[in-house]
């Protein structure tokens, strides 16, 4: 069966990678992925990736010092990415391809625009904040792609339309190095916006205490802000999107629960980690603190999303490879 090799940048705790394998689950293609390198600066992001996947793949190193030598060397036909989202905030202050932690991605759009045709992969998926959608950084990174003969297509995705009552609107490119206008967007058919699953689903502790943990109980700083909380039940068929600041910063970093007569709580780390629909057997090694722990899924993907638009790339390159 071909194999289709793959580099992941930015990898974080694995996020993409875990939708490329729901994609390959679900879908019976003739062909395998096989993730031959993945990169990300953390060191805690290696840790929990190379926990929950078979270990020795990543590489703790800055994407942007990646030499032109690295993309000859080792061609792939899949490249995956999750670049910092920070450039593209109002909380990031909007410098786009001007702030440094724009770089690594810039370094990648160099390398599609300049090195050898033989060095290109078939196929790159990207995610980003919405805001990245009328970034320099982005028009740059479209140029390279058209330069070198690559058709794309844009969504922006929110796990409510795929039966999951999160929200975290996303923005994703899809690209394959073909000219056939068709050959994306085949496998992608969210069914709405709404959801009738409700929380309950992806909680865990006892029913019969309204789900109340005491280990995550409001925090005191918490109850200052408690206007502008977003208070959902178990019952809720909805919660806002959970960032990385989540139980440090009240305001706009995710959902509370509401346990009835016991109060609020927060959300636990593996909680959320199940609403991005990760795998069940998913786990952060023991050495990082919840507080890290939400501020890596805060970080991380919705992988229901990843596999559809992944399922994309995968009959893409099962279609190429056919037709060559
Ligand atoms: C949006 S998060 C990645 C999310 C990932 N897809 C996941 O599922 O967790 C961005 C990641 O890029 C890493 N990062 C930031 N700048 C980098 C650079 N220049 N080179 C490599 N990694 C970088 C961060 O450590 C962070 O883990």
């Known amino acids: 069966m071909p194999v289709l090799t793959v580099l992941e ?68 036909d899949l490249w995956t990415m999750s670049p910092p989202c920070q450039p593209y905030t109002k909380r990031g202050k909007e410098l786009d391809a001007a702030d440094p932690r724009a770089a690594g ?20 998926l990207l995610e980003n904040v919405p805001g990245f959608e009328s970034s320099h ?27 999951i009552p999160n929200k975290r609107k996303r923005f994703y490119l899809v690209a394959v190095k073909s000219t056939k206008s068709n050959i994306l967007g085949t496998a992608r058919d969210p069914p709405g916006g709404h959801t009738e699953r409700r929380l309950e689903e992806f909680l865990f502790g006892d029913p019969e205490r309204d789900y109340y943990e005491e280990e995550y109980k409001l925090p005191a700083h918490y109850l200052r802000y408690q206007a502008a909380l977003d208070v959902v039940t178990q019952s809720s068929t909805e919660s806002d999107c959970f960032t990385g600041a989540y139980g440090r910063y009240a305001k706009g970093s ?8 016991h109060g609020m709580r927060l959300f636990s780390s593996k909680e959320i980690t199940r609403l991005h629909d990760f795998p069940e057997l998913f786990e952060y090694p ?39």
């Open 9 to 76: 940048f930015f990898h974080g705790i694995g996020g993409l990678r875990a939708g490329l394998e729901k994609a390959e689950q679900e879908i019976a293609l003739p062909v395998v992925t096989e993730v031959t390198a993945a990169f990300d600066i953390s060191s805690i992001c290696a840790d929990t990736y190379n926990h929950n996947f078979e270990p020795g793949k990543t590489f703790t190193r800055d994407v942007k010092s990646l030499p032109d030598s690295f993309f000859i060397e080792n061609r792939s």
């Open 137 to 163: 950084s982005l028009s740059e990174l479209q140029d390279s792609l058209r330069i070198r003969g690559f058709s794309f297509v844009k969504h922006e995705l929110c796990p409510t339309q795929f039966e």
């Open 254 to 261: 995710g959902s509370v629960l509401s346990c009835g007569s």
């Open 105 to 124: 991605l810039k370094r990648l759009t160099n390398v599609l625009r300049t090195c050898p045709s033989a060095a290109l992969p078939f196929g790159i």
């Open 286 to 324: 023991q050495h990082v603190s919840e507080l890290k722990r939400y501020q890596l899924v805060g970080n991380s993907v919705n992988v229901r999303v990843v596999a559809a638009l992944s399922k994309d790339l995968l009959y893409a390159a099962a279609q190429a490879s056919q037709s060559s």
